[in-house]
DNA sequence: ATCATTTTATACCGATTGGTATATTATACT
DNA sequence: AGTATAATATACCAATCGGTATAAAATGAT
């Protein structure tokens, strides 16, 4: 009885969400967006309601697939200790594979909208929260498994081991030497022992 | 033989350097800017060039303030530990104490700027370098005084303080549980021994 | 006091901003 | 096939953007 919408809703929210974490919320104008994601202003409009709106279920797309692939990689290996590494070795690698480092959306969105946005601020620090619960149930399974020692302070160290991941993937988009991450990233994972 | 202008430079550079800080460069416009420094618009291109032009000079002026405080702080205690306590304890105070936190200006612009701007990318690299070498200063200080292990690896911990650092700063916008960031500023710490 | 020089204030510029009114096109059900 | 409904495309809106032309006001040297 109706006509049916001339585009995939979820694959424009995926462009709308690349572009919006490349160049944050006020850099990123309704006209760019529309470009990139063909189609139209009113259908933008009609569909995801304005540009916060947009920006909101783009920021939660991000999150909930950002919680899930670090889950995933870090329930892939026999270590836990490798299983770290690897996430900020693979985190490393990338941004300075890619020219523009786009760095973390929830990340981003912390720095730019956060303070001035109490929606934002409730949004990214409860991602942060999950990953630290992630974090944690990681390093529980070592300790059960042996690997790592039984009186570790479980909490504490999931809560430095985000703070980190926080600090390096925002020195990232300075390209520093890869050195300097390196090393960091080695004294900081001697913590899991 | 000419006349002299009506307000002080640095004063007003001051008031653009705190704009800039608290809502970033593409959220700030030149009308904002005017309003708080009290002058008018060509009185801003005249003396500062243009948007992009005043807030490097803002941002060149905070992160020279930046460093000679966090040297003039970790030079102003007897332990080197105690001193990078205080420090990461007297941040963490002072944006629980804001309403609206700011976080770091140079941080900021690390994650609006620099992936976009090579300028930027340099500017606050170089900023994130230097911190690291007055740490590193600091530490030979402790190891010198006995303080310190005399094996410790001055670089990687260093780094790893900044790294830490600019993760705490931004967790900190967030607003997560005091003891969140508590707990892992104490873990952090214990890598200076 | 006059004059050259620079800052100031007002007013304006085209371009772009986020957001919509309107009218046309396409669809699913009767 | 006709009709109700929603999505589309075009064109537009006032407001604001960064930046400036112009002219009045203020200054220090002569």
Chains 1, 2 share one sequence.
Request: a neutral charge; proline letters at 2%; charged letters at 25%.
């Amino acid at each position: 009885m109706v006509r049916q919408r001339g585009f995939d809703k979820e694959k424009a929210l995926d462009i709308a969400m690349e572009l919006f974490w490349e160049k944050g919320y006020a850099a990123t104008s309704i006209s760019d967006l529309t470009a990139i994601m063909g189609i139209q202003r009113p259908s933008l409009y009609a569909t995801f309601g304005d540009k916060e709106k947009l920006f909101e279920a783009a920021l939660r797309k991000y999150t909930n697939l950002h919680a899930s692939l670090i889950r995933t990689k870090l329930q892939n290996t026999i270590s836990v200790k490798e299983a770290f590494r690897n996430l900020f070795e693979e985190l490393i690698e990338k941004e300075y594979k890619n020219k523009v480092s786009k760095g973390c959306f929830c990340i981003n969105t912390i720095v730019e909208l956060a303070p001035h946005d109490e929606k934002f601020e409730i949004l990214t620090r409860e991602h942060e929260m999950y990953l630290s619960v992630i974090f944690q149930e990681t390093l529980l399974k070592g300790i059960k498994s042996g690997e790592l020692e039984s009186n570790l302070d479980v909490k504490a160290l999931a809560q430095t081991l985000v703070v980190a991941l926080i600090g390096i993937t925002v020195l990232l988009k300075s390209h520093p030497e890869r050195s300097f991450v390196d090393k960091s990233v080695t004294l900081i994972l001697s913590l899991i022992k």
